[in-house]
T-cell receptor, first 109, second 113 residues
Framework: KNEVEQSPQNLTAQEGEFITINCSYS?????LHWLQQHPGGGIVSLFM???GKKKHGRLIATINIQEKHSSLHITASHPRDSAVYIC???????????FGEGTQLTVNP | EAQVTQNPRYLITVTGKKLTVTCSQN?????MSWYRQDPGLGLRQIYY???????DKGDVPEGYKVSRKEKRNFPLILESPSPNQTSLYFC????????????FGSGTRLTVV
């Protein structure tokens, strides 16, 4: 059983819409990562969170440690945001990442 | 430019023929790791290294070997590849195992026939 659950699996939006992708995990963690995988396959690290909220441009990531839940928000979505977004939790020893199955986001013009 | 370099990008090989996928980083990162990505299974960790000469198994280490003789390089070795090792492989590095972001290589698409 995957210990990281992402939702939705697929998401289609119109340009300009506000996007939310959710990630729930079942164990204690030291950090949670959000990654973006482009259509060509390359992976970029977006955020690493251990508490609270982080913002980078139009991307916002939040984490609630007590509820074991994290969200990735995209404001004013754009077709270039189309990608697979993957959350991954880092165990308390810090040495391993466990990945969610990813959310395929398509933003239409 | 700070980066993780993987080679080759694409490789088709035959069952049983030993191969090495190289991974090199120029950021003086302590932590390096290898992952494979398969449809329906997502990314899974193969091996990781917390520093030179320190390596450990991830979730799917069977059929793979690694070594970390120097800080910048972390090659993935398939001694006797089999078709079930056909996959997309990623190397990644991080400043430390403790709560730093990761930098990923561009990936290696391996096909074993």
């Amino acid at each position: 059983k995957n210990e990281v659950e992402q939702s939705p699996q697929n998401l289609t939006a119109q340009e300009g819409e506000f996007i939310t992708i959710n990630c729930s995990y079942s164990v204690g963690i030291s950090a949670l990562h959000w990654l973006q995988q482009h259509p060509g396959g390359g992976i970029v690290s977006l955020f690493m969170l251990s508490s609270g909220k982080k913002k980078h441009g139009r991307l916002i990531a939040t984490i609630n440690i007590q509820e074991k839940h994290s969200s990735l928000h995209i404001t004013a979505s754009h077709p270039r945001d189309s990608a697979v977004y993957i959350c991954a939790w880092q165990e308390t020893s810090g040495s391993r990442l466990t990945f969610g199955e990813g959310t395929q986001l398509t933003v239409n013009p | 430019e700070a980066q993780v370099t993987q080679n080759p990008r694409y490789l088709i090989t035959v069952t049983g023929k030993k191969l090495t996928v190289t991974c090199s980083q120029n950021m003086n990162h302590e932590y390096m790791s290898w992952y494979r990505q398969d449809p329906g299974l997502g990314l899974r960790q193969i091996y990781y290294s917390m520093n030179v000469e320190v390596t450990d198994k991830g979730d799917v280490p069977e059929g793979y070997k690694v070594s970390r003789k120097e800080k910048r390089n972390f090659p993935l070795i398939l001694e006797s590849p089999s078709p079930n090792q056909t996959s997309l492989y990623f190397c990644a590095s991080s400043l430390s195992w403790a709560n730093y972001g990761y930098t990923f290589g561009s990936g290696t698409r391996l096909t074993v026939v």
